[in-house]
């Protein structure tokens, strides 16, 4: 693994330990160039430790994890720099800095890249805003923003700087119908322009409606990782309890027959 | 030996607490040739600490040269010794209580509100953010209000020693009608170069430690709002502590050898 040139990350064998519980064990699995990638699991599973291990903001006990042919276990905070500039990550709770309004928020990190002129960075805001339809939230700050605001916000933030990969963390848990829908039709807007996701989330519907690859993980470990015929098939009984409540519609269910 | 054996856990903790702050500052040091990038945040830390925390300082400076000369103006009078007020109130506040009183209150002003606004971000997990986004919150956070610390806590402890000599001249000619010229004269006479040295260089390592110490504090906050709470009281508690020993040490050991 890490070898294969499509491979754009990779997690072989990690493990993670915090304050003594066992929160990952063993997790593997692959993601290649322009594909998207769905994490499923109930929650407390271990979803969002993947993610920070993936990142590097938790090191792994044992395992390796490789970024674009790096290691990431073997790079020093500051030889990772140059590695996560490459990544956007939408966090769970969104981890906007609420003592920023809209447009300081999104030009913050276009700001640490030195080479980018002030009038580049407000059109680059702009676009953005505009991308995740909220050109007149510039100056409002978080706390003035709703919960799916809050989301494109931080969608509008973490594709501000063109990353190759964006991580979503659970994008549209605890938010109401219409916007989720807004919401995974902006995540597959951005898939389009090709870049290489990983979601995170416990709803089958959305995971099914955007990725092309999944893993299922329970208490740590990956029990299933394949495409949605693997998962939609398999007889494993907690993996049947977990897509029990989804019901395919026709032209899915066609889709997945072809 | 058993006193250590029980509380080989506090000990193991406070060691370990010890070695992550000194690597933090350590960090931070490696990253002052950043100050021209963080221009901005400096000097709007700068600008809060000072309209912040000048009330207070003055106020504080201001009682204790009232006190001071009241105290020291009665024992005086009983020895006829009356015109040596002014140089006591002065030495005092000067190489002692002005620093000292300032340290104290601008620990509990300026570092509680480093441990929260940082704690509080480090629970909304946008510190995690900034790491991922390939940004150093050392550098980002922690340099800034170290440096505005270092830079304010000086005059704002200048203005304090001021206050408290002023109120101390008024106290003298209202009470102890004590000629205000008589005052000054006395004052200014025995001051030498060291004891400038002494109660100027003061604020400075304060303001360093301080600000360390408290960011230091916030970067470590877990719990939710209950750590936060228990986060910014260790951090007014530590800072307020290290604040007396430095005084002690200062006094002591730098009076010697000087
Ligand atoms: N900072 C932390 N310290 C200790 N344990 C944690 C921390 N964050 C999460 N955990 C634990 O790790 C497990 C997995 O958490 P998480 O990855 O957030 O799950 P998910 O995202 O799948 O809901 C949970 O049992 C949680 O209690
Ligand atoms: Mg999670």
Not at chain 2, 78 to 102: C, D, Q
Not at chain 2, 109 to 134: C, H, P, V, W, Y
Request: hydrophobic share 45%; with cysteine.
């Amino acid at each position: 693994m890490g070898n294969n040139v499509k491979d754009i990350i990779s997690l072989c064998n990690v493990s993670l330990k915090l304050n003594g519980r066992k929160i990952l064990e063993d997790v593997s699995f692959t993601v290649q160039e322009g594909e998207t990638f769905v994490i499923l699991g109930p929650s407390g599973a271990g979803k969002s430790s993947i993610l920070k291990v993936l990142l590097g903001l938790w090191k792994p006990d044992s395992g390796s994890v490789f970024i674009k042919g790096a290691e990431m276990s073997s790079l020093n905070e500051n030889q990772m720099m140059p590695l996560r500039k490459k990544i956007g990550i939408v966090f769970q709770g969104n981890a906007l800095f609420d003592s920023l309004n809209v447009q300081d928020n999104i030009s913050y990190f276009l700001k640490e890249r030195n080479s980018i002129s002030e009038r580049d960075i407000d059109r680059r805001v702009k676009e953005c805003l505009a991308f995740v339809n909220l050109e007149n939230a510039e100056n409002l700050y978080p706390e003035e923003l709703s919960g799916g605001m809050k989301k494109r916000v931080a969608i509008a933030r973490a594709i501000a700087f063109k990353p190759d990969i964006i991580l979503y963390d659970e994008p549209t848990t605890g938010i109401d119908p219409i916007n989720v829908k807004i919401l995974e039709d902006l995540i597959l807007k951005i898939q389009n322009e090709g870049t290489t996701s990983i979601i995170v989330t416990h709803y089958v519907t959305s995971a099914l409606r955007l990725g092309n690859s999944f893993a299922l993980i329970k208490d740590g470990s990956i029990i299933l990782n394949g495409s949605n015929d693997d998962i939609l098939n398999a007889k494993d009984d907690f993996v049947k309890e977990f897509f029990s409540d989804y019901q395919p519609d026709e032209k899915f269910l066609q889709k997945v027959n072809k | 030996m058993d006193i250590i054996i029980r509380n080989k856990k506090k000990i193991t903790a406070l060691a370990e607490s010890l070695q992550e702050y000194s690597f933090m500052t350590v960090e931070m040091i490696k990253k002052v040739s950043k100050i021209r990038r963080n221009k901005t945040a400096i000097i709007e830390e700068m600008y809060t600490i000072g309209t912040q925390s000048l009330f207070i300082v003055v106020l504080g400076g201001l009682f204790v040269g009232i006190i001071l000369a009241l105290e020291v103006g009665y024992r005086f009078e009983m020895f006829g010794a009356k015109t040596m007020v002014g140089r006591t109130v002065s030495l005092g506040i000067l190489r002692e209580l002005g620093p000292v009183i300032s340290g104290l209150l601008l620990a509990a002003r300026t570092g509680s509100k480093n441990t929260s606004e940082i704690g509080s971000m480090k629970l909304s997990e946008q510190l995690d953010a900034m790491r991922a986004f390939g940004t150093d919150p050392v550098e980002k956070l922690v340099l800034p209000r170290m440096l505005a610390s270092v830079v304010m806590f000086l005059p704002l402890t200048l203005l304090a020693d001021f206050a408290g000599i002023v109120g101390g001249m008024f106290v003298s000619s209202a009470w102890l009608s004590l000629d205000k010229s008589i005052f000054w004269n006395a004052a200014l006479y025995g001051l030498q170069m060291k004891d400038l040295y002494v109660g100027f260089s003061k604020p400075i390592v304060f303001g360093f430690f301080i600000s360390t110490i408290s960011c230091f504090m916030g970067m470590k906050t877990s719990g939710g709002t209950t750590g936060l709470g228990r986060s910014v009281i260790n951090s007014v508690v530590t800072s307020s502590i290290v604040v007396l020993i430095i005084d002690f040490i200062f006094t002591k050991v730098v009076w010697e050898i000087m």
